[in-house]
C-alpha cells in the first residue's frame, strides 16, 4: 500500500505542477496581452492628440506649430499636478510610459524619409550650388555648436551652477531575431508581391508601402545591433537610409520602372496616398508631445540649468540667423533653411526638446520684428 500512496502522491503532485505551470502561462500570457494593450492605448492618445491639435490650429488659421504648444501644455499639466496631487502626476507618468519607451526606441527612424528622398532633392542643383549649400550646412552647424557650448560654459561659470547627474533613465530594450525575421519575411513577401501586382492595393505608393518601409526598419535594427565602433562612423540613421535606397534602387531596376518613381512613393506628402515615409513621419508631432514626459522627468535639472539653457539657445540663434544670412550672401547661395535633430542618450531628451522648441519659437520671434527681417533681407541680397 505504501508504494501505491507514494505513486499517488506523486501523480497529485505532478498534476499540481502541471496546473500551476498552466496556471502561470495563461498568467504570462493575460500580461503580455494587457502591455500591448496598454502600448496601443497610451501611443493612440498621444497620436489623437497629436492629429486633433493640428486640425485644431489649421481650422482657426494659427501658424504656430500645434506639437510644441501641446508639448509645453503636457509638460505644464504635469508640473501643476506634480505640485498639488503628486501622484497624480505618478500616475500619468506611469500610464504614459510604454508609448514613450516605443517612441524613444524607434525615434531617429521618423527623421530618415527626409534623407531617403534626398536624391530627388538634390538633382536639379548643380554641383557648384551643392558644394555651397554643404559648406554652409557643415559650417554653420559647427559654428553654432561652438557659440552655443561656449556660451553654457560662460554662463555656469558665472552663476556658479552646481553639477549634478541626470535622474535615470530607462533604455529601451535591443531588438530581437524574432523581430528581424518578421521584418525580413514581410520586407520578402510584400516586394514580391509588389513586382507581379504593381497596384494590388489600390496605388503604386500603398503597393510599395509594407517592403518600403520593412527595409527602413530592417536597416534601422541592423545599424542599431552593430559594434559601437562601427556605429561611430556607420551610424544606424545611415544604415537604415541606404537599406531603404537599396530596396528602391533594387525594385526600380526589376521593375524597370527606375529609381525616381520608387523614392517618389516614398514620400508622397498626401494623406490620401501614404508611403512608407509618409506614415514615419506621421509621428513627428507625438515625438514632440513625448518630449515633455522627458522634460518632466529631468525637471529638478532643467531648472538647476536655465541660465545656461535660455542663454545660449538666444544667442546662438542670433547668431545662426545672421551667419547664415552672411554667408549665403558671400558664397552665393540663397534661401537655405536647415533644420536637424539627434537624439543618442536618452537622459539628453529634455535638453533637445526645450533647444529644439525655444529655438524655433525665438526664431519666428526674432524674424517677426520688421526691424530683423529687413536687416536679414539686406544681408542676403
Known amino acids: 500500500m505504501e508504494p501505491q500512496e507514494t505513486c499517488s502522491t506523486r501523480i497529485i503532485s505532478t498534476n499540481s505542477m502541471s496546473s500551476d505551470g498552466t496556471a502561470a502561462s495563461s498568467t504570462l500570457s493575460q500580461s503580455d ?49 506634480d505640485s498639488t496631487i503628486p501622484a497624480a502626476a505618478t500616475s500619468l507618468m506611469n500610464f504614459f510610459h510604454p ?30 550650388s551643392g558644394a555651397k549649400i554643404c559648406f554652409i550646412i557643415a559650417g554653420g552647424w559647427f559654428a553654432s555648436l561652438c557659440v552655443a557650448g561656449f556660451t553654457a ?15 535615470p533613465t530607462a533604455k ?28 494590388s492595393l489600390g496605388t503604386a505608393a ?9 527595409s527602413t526598419v530592417l536597416g534601422y535594427m541592423v545599424g542599431s545591433g552593430l559594434p559601437s565602433s562601427v ?41 490620401s496616398n501614404p508611403g512608407a515615409g509618409d506614415v514615419l513621419m506621421g509621428f513627428l508631432g507625438s515625438v514632440i508631445l513625448s518630449f515633455a514626459f522627458s522634460m518632466f522627468k529631468q525637471r ?15 544667442l546662438s540663434t542670433i547668431f545662426s540667423l545672421y551667419s547664415t544670412a552672411l554667408i549665403g550672401r558671400l558664397v552665393g547661395a540663397h534661401g537655405l533653411g536647415t533644420a536637424a535633430l539627434s537624439a543618442k542618450e536618452p537622459e539628453a531628451l529634455p535638453f533637445c526638446a526645450i ?21 536679414l533681407l539686406a544681408i542676403v541680397g
Open 99 to 128: 508609448a514613450l519607451m516605443f517612441i524613444q526606441r524607434w525615434l531617429p527612424l521618423f527623421y530618415v524619409p527626409s534623407l531617403v528622398v534626398l536624391p530627388l532633392s538634390v538633382k536639379d542643383i548643380p554641383a557648384a
Open 300 to 314: 529638478k535639472l532643467v531648472k538647476r540649468h536655465a541660465a545656461e539653457i535660455f542663454t545660449s539657445i538666444i
Open 33 to 81: 496581452v494587457f502591455q500591448i494593450l496598454h502600448l496601443l492605448v497610451s501611443l493612440g492618445i498621444i497620436l489623437a492628440t497629436d492629429k486633433l491639435l493640428k486640425k485644431a490650429f489649421v481650422a482657426a488659421a494659427i501658424k504656430f506649430p500645434s506639437a510644441l504648444f501641446g508639448m509645453f501644455c503636457i509638460f505644464s499639466v504635469l508640473l501643476i499636478l
Open 231 to 271: 556605429k561611430k562612423v556607420f551610424h544606424p540613421i545611415i544604415c537604415c537610409t541606404l537599406s531603404a535606397e537599396l530596396a528602391a534602387v533594387a525594385f526600380g531596376y526589376l521593375s524597370r520602372s527606375g529609381l525616381d518613381p520608387v523614392l517618389g512613393c516614398y514620400l508622397t506628402k498626401a494623406s
Open 206 to 214: 500603398r503597393t510599395c508601402l509594407p517592403f518600403l518601409l520593412a
Open 153 to 167: 560654459i560662460a554662463v555656469r561659470k558665472m552663476v556658479k551652477t552646481e553639477m549634478t547627474d541626470a535622474e
Open 172 to 199: 529601451p530594450s535591443p531588438f530581437s531575431s524574432i523581430e528581424i525575421w518578421s521584418w525580413s519575411g514581410i520586407f520578402l513577401i510584400s516586394f514580391v508581391a509588389a513586382l507581379f501586382y504593381p497596384t
Open 355 to 375: 533647444a529644439y522648441a525655444l529655438t524655433g519659437i525665438f526664431g519666428s520671434l526674432l524674424c517677426s520684428v520688421p526691424a530683423v527681417r529687413q536687416s
